[in-house]
């Protein structure tokens, strides 16, 4: 919103938002009517490798290019190329590749009258990086079980079983593939509850975990 406009007390102006995206690790800028580059946040910044003093004033076709426009951008004409694809790749000033999600909207100013555009920018690379050191960890933990000298399995909360290390295959005389996902119950029919997974003697227990692990030996 360009700053020439005032806002009622109970408005809250682009500028803020900015503030509050920026709390929240969200990229945002705002374009005015003549499609410059007004206002971008801290996180907007570092993920397009763009200074605000660099961009601002200048047409965000011109800061933004090879980025496509977005088919809901108010100021986008009728002849130019647009997408409806909010998934973007967007690469920073360190040549790194950010997956972002790009959202838009119009910004109104004290007369209900269209004065801006505000984008908002998404970064997944902090999900994508969590989920890889999850996979990572729990990749880890599987070799470090596959390895022990005792058999060990482990079973969801409906019984199922999730794993199953090399040693659990040559006692028991099942491979890991005939047993995965099979009901603890079915394979070891003949293995009293206390012994092994006993926790699921008790469905419909609210105090049950979401998994559990159990060992066997020779």
Same mark, same amino acid.
């Given at each position: 919103? =360009? ?11 682009? !500028?803020? #938002?900015?503030?509050?995206?920026? !709390? ?6 705002? $374009? &005015?009517?003549?499609?410059? $580059? ?7 910044? @570092?993920?397009?490798? $763009? ?8 047409? *965000?076709?011109? %800061?933004?290019?090879? %980025?496509? *426009?977005? @088919? ?18 967007? +690469?920073?000033?360190?040549? +790194?590749?950010? #997956?972002?999600?790009?959202? @838009?909207?119009? $910004?109104? &100013? ?27 960890? !729990? ?14 399995? +482990? ?7 999730? /794993? /199953?290390?090399? !040693?659990?295959?040559?006692?028991? &005389? ?6 995965? &996902? ?17 926790? /699921?003697?008790?469905?419909?227990? *609210?105090?049950?975990?979401?998994? =559990? /692990? =159990? #060992?066997?030996? +020779?």
């Amino acid at each position: 919103m =360009s700053k020439t406009h005032k806002n009622p007390g109970n408005m809250v102006s682009s !500028e803020a #938002w900015l503030e509050i995206m920026d !709390e929240l690790n969200i990229g945002a800028f705002t $374009v &005015g009517l003549n499609r410059q $580059v007004t206002s971008m946040n801290l996180t907007a910044q @570092a993920l397009l490798g $763009v200074k605000n003093s660099e961009a601002s004033g200048r047409n *965000c076709r011109e %800061v933004f290019m090879g %980025v496509p *426009c977005l @088919a809901k951008c108010p100021f986008r004409g009728s002849n130019e190329p647009g997408t409806r694809e909010p998934l973007i790749q967007l +690469t920073n000033g360190e040549d +790194t590749i950010h #997956w972002t999600t790009r959202m @838009a909207a119009p $910004v109104f &100013g004290c007369d209900g009258e269209v004065v801006g555009c505000m984008t908002i920018l998404q970064d997944h690379s902090p999900i994508t990086d969590l989920i890889d050191r999850i996979h990572h960890e !729990e990749q880890n933990t599987k070799i470090i079980l596959d390895n022990l000298d005792v058999g060990i399995f +482990t079973v969801d909360r409906g019984g199922h079983i999730t /794993f /199953f290390n090399t !040693e659990a295959e040559k006692i028991v &005389g099942y491979s890991r593939r005939e047993v995965l &996902g099979q009901p603890f119950a079915m394979i070891f029919s003949d293995t009293p509850p206390a012994r092994a997974g006993g926790i /699921f003697a008790q469905k419909g227990s *609210c105090s049950c975990p979401l998994s =559990s /692990f =159990s #060992w066997c030996s +020779t």
